[in-house]
């Protein structure tokens, strides 16, 4: 057996995404608050970047570049080159252009006034803030409240154990969502482990329930919505007017979700005549407690922040002779962008044709800064110029709501702006436009069509039509998916039955038997 060895050359073709092209991509699909924690990553890893805080005041720019200049040598002034200045550079318009760009080798010694705005960093001479600054807000929720309270119940120290498993597994609207046996099995395991020297049994965990079943606000600690609306009706007067009657009827709540009232006659005895005036008694009871401190106001300092904060605003400009709305007013939410800038300290350190380890790690950190920026930058303008998009097709919406909603997909904005429709799903996620008829995801603007006599309708406003009808029903006699249909045909638009139904069980409507009130 013989052994040869050859040298042989392959030719082929990849595609590999450069590390500013990765960072770029990565950005554009990060939400405000996604964004704001890897702006915080990024200043805390790179020395060259830093942030410009609100209530610093900085002189016109234009007035302090062009003295900048004055003051520099001839031979300075003509290595000033605009593509390095972040303030007023217009940006590449998608990521691919990024990778176009070259870094090049830094200027030797230059004074870098000349090309980013100076400041005080935090590192010169820091001002003292004042101390209302860091007072923050305090808030109380639901959790805190039921515990406040069993501190005057004297429960043992394996009481308020089992009371703090419990209290923990109660949701925003005040139900416990925990199988008592499964805590019995946790907590017994437990006391094995660590010896302790009496077990649980399932009837302390009940007697520890009731407990906290007894606490404010009422209904609170319930397992489920009859046993939520019981504990209520049970503390209401023994002499209120079919009280009776309402706790028999949740005892067979699975009969009256059903509109079962044979049945649920038969399981309560509770006469026919007297369902109507016990169902008025439970309408007025609390279904969701705990829902009162989800929106819990501070207890001291300003309210509290929501995560949950628009990132482009639309606001109509009004025309002052008609009165009516001329144009709408896209533009980015100020507040939550980051703004960012070069280290002029860091970046003054930078020397020509020095290779030591110290100026080649300020140079590559100086190239990171820069990329970081315009790709923020570039993040930011490619969100508004969608969010234009989407607000030019939609401003039907703006005026009259969902039902006017127009189909639209992501290959009709990513071909009307010049991007790849990949890159426009990445801008809409998780990004949120604050319009004159609410708070909404970029995402709800784009939804299929169904043809009609009029042409093409949304998904969203025939959704938005089918809630609609059913708001406005007879609740003795609701409306049956047919007869949706129907009416959706006398306005040109013909779509199926199951369609409706699909529509409506998306929206968590039930159907006409079980929308149906008989009482």
């Given at each position: 057996?013989?052994?040869?060895?050859?040298?042989?050359?392959?030719?082929?073709?990849?595609?590999?995404?450069?590390?500013?092209?990765?960072?770029?991509?990565?950005?554009?699909?990060?939400?405000?608050?996604?964004?704001?924690?890897?702006?915080?990553?990024?200043?805390?890893?790179?020395p060259m970047l830093e942030r410009i805080e609100e209530d610093e005041i900085f002189a016109d720019s234009e007035q302090e570049q062009?003295?900048?200049?004055?003051?520099?040598?001839?031979?300075?002034?003509?290595?000033?080159?605009?593509?390095?200045?972040?303030?007023?550079?217009?940006?590449?318009?998608?990521?691919?252009?990024?990778?176009?760009?070259?870094?090049?080798?830094?200027?030797?010694?230059?004074?870098?006034?000349?090309?980013?705005?100076?400041?005080?960093?935090?590192?010169?001479?820091?001002?003292?803030?004042?101390?209302?600054?860091?007072?923050?807000?305090?808030?109380?929720?639901?959790?805190?409240?039921?515990?406040?309270?069993?501190?005057?119940?004297?429960?043992?120290?394996?009481?308020?154990?089992?009371?703090?498993?419990?209290?923990?597994?109660?949701?925003?609207?005040?139900?416990?969502?925990?199988?008592?046996?499964?805590?019995?099995?946790?907590?017994?395991?437990?006391?094995?482990?660590?010896?302790?020297?009496?077990?649980?049994?399932?009837?302390?965990?009940?007697?520890?329930?009731?407990?906290?079943?007894?606490?404010?606000?009422?209904?609170?600690?319930?397992?489920?919505?009859?046993?939520?609306?019981?504990?209520?009706?049970?503390?209401?007067?023994?002499?209120?007017?079919?009280?009776?009657?309402?706790?028999?009827?949740?005892?067979?709540?699975?009969?009256?979700?059903?509109?079962?009232?044979?049945?649920?006659?038969?399981?309560?005895?509770?006469?026919?005549?007297?369902?109507?005036?016990?169902?008025?008694?439970?309408?007025?009871?609390?279904?969701?407690?705990?829902?009162?401190?989800?929106?819990?106001?501070?207890?001291?300092?300003?309210?509290?922040?929501?995560?949950?904060?628009?990132?482009?605003?639309?606001?109509?400009?009004?025309?002052?002779?008609?009165?009516?709305?001329?144009?709408?007013?896209?533009?980015?939410?100020?507040?939550?962008?980051?703004?960012?800038?070069?280290?002029?300290?860091?970046?003054?350190?930078?020397?020509?044709?020095?290779?030591?380890?110290?100026?080649?790690?300020?140079?590559?950190?100086?190239?990171?800064?820069?990329?970081?920026?315009?790709?923020?930058?570039?993040?930011?303008?490619?969100?508004?110029?969608?969010?234009?998009?989407?607000?030019?097709?939609?401003?039907?919406?703006?005026?009259?709501?969902?039902?006017?909603?127009?189909?639209?997909?992501?290959?009709?904005?990513?071909?009307?702006?010049?991007?790849?429709?990949?890159?426009?799903?990445?801008?809409?996620?998780?990004?949120?436009?604050?319009?004159?008829?609410?708070?909404?995801?970029?995402?709800?603007?784009?939804?299929?069509?169904?043809?009609?006599?009029?042409?093409?309708?949304?998904?969203?406003?025939?959704?938005?039509?089918?809630?609609?009808?059913?708001?406005?029903?007879?609740?003795?006699?609701?409306?049956?998916?047919?007869?949706?249909?129907?009416?959706?045909?006398?306005?040109?638009?013909?779509?199926?039955?199951?369609?409706?139904?699909?529509?409506?069980?998306?929206?968590?409507?039930?159907?006409?038997?079980?929308?149906?009130?008989?009482?």
């Open positions: 057996m013989s052994m040869s060895f050859g040298l042989t050359a392959n030719l082929s073709t990849t595609q590999k995404l450069t590390p500013q092209m990765q960072q770029a991509i990565k950005l554009l699909q990060l939400s405000s608050l996604e964004l704001a924690q890897e702006v915080q990553l990024k200043l805390d890893s790179n062009e003295d900048m200049r004055d003051n520099l040598s001839e031979s300075q002034a003509e290595s000033i080159s605009p593509e390095l200045e972040y303030e007023g550079t217009s940006v590449p318009d998608s990521a691919e252009h990024l990778a176009q760009d070259s870094i090049g080798e830094l200027e030797v010694d230059s004074s870098w006034d000349d090309i980013y705005t100076h400041a005080p960093t935090a590192l010169a001479s820091p001002e003292v803030q004042d101390m209302d600054d860091y007072q923050g807000a305090t808030t109380t929720n639901l959790q805190d409240h039921i515990r406040w309270q069993l501190n005057f119940k004297h429960l043992s120290e394996m009481d308020m154990l089992i009371a703090d498993y419990l209290v923990d597994a109660i949701d925003d609207s005040g139900f416990i969502n925990l199988v008592l046996e499964d805590l019995e099995r946790t907590l017994n395991t437990m006391a094995s482990f660590y010896q302790w020297e009496e077990e649980v049994d399932i009837e302390q965990i009940e007697m520890v329930l009731h407990i906290i079943q007894s606490c404010e606000p009422l209904g609170v600690g319930a397992r489920n919505l009859a046993e939520c609306l019981q504990l209520q009706l049970k503390k209401l007067p023994q002499d209120t007017p079919y009280r009776t009657q309402a706790i028999q009827l949740l005892d067979g709540h699975e009969h009256l979700v059903s509109n079962n009232i044979k049945a649920l006659i038969q399981q309560t005895g509770i006469k026919k005549e007297d369902i109507a005036d016990a169902l008025a008694l439970i309408r007025t009871l609390n279904p969701a407690p705990g829902l009162a401190f989800t929106n819990a106001q501070p207890v001291y300092g300003n309210e509290p922040e929501s995560y949950d904060v628009p990132d482009v605003l639309v606001s109509a400009v009004v025309d002052e002779n008609t009165g009516q709305t001329s144009s709408w007013q896209v533009k980015l939410n100020q507040d939550i962008l980051p703004k960012l800038r070069v280290n002029q300290t860091y970046a003054s350190l930078i020397k020509r044709g020095d290779d030591s380890p110290d100026n080649v790690y300020l140079r590559d950190n100086l190239t990171d800064a820069r990329l970081f920026i315009r790709s923020i930058e570039e993040r930011n303008q490619n969100l508004l110029k969608v969010a234009t998009c989407i607000i030019k097709r939609q401003q039907a919406f703006l005026q009259q709501g969902a039902v006017a909603m127009q189909p639209m997909i992501l290959k009709d904005v990513a071909d009307e702006v010049g991007l790849h429709e990949s890159t426009v799903s990445r801008l809409t996620t998780s990004k949120n436009i604050l319009t004159p008829q609410g708070l909404y995801s970029l995402k709800y603007f784009f939804s299929s069509h169904v043809a009609s006599s009029d042409g093409e309708v949304s998904s969203t406003a025939i959704t938005e039509m089918i809630r609609q009808m059913i708001a406005s029903e007879d609740p003795k006699k609701p409306l049956s998916d047919s007869a949706i249909q129907k009416r959706l045909e006398t306005d040109g638009i013909d779509i199926a039955r199951r369609t409706v139904a699909k529509y409506r069980e998306a929206m968590n409507i039930g159907s006409s038997t079980q929308r149906k009130q008989k009482f």
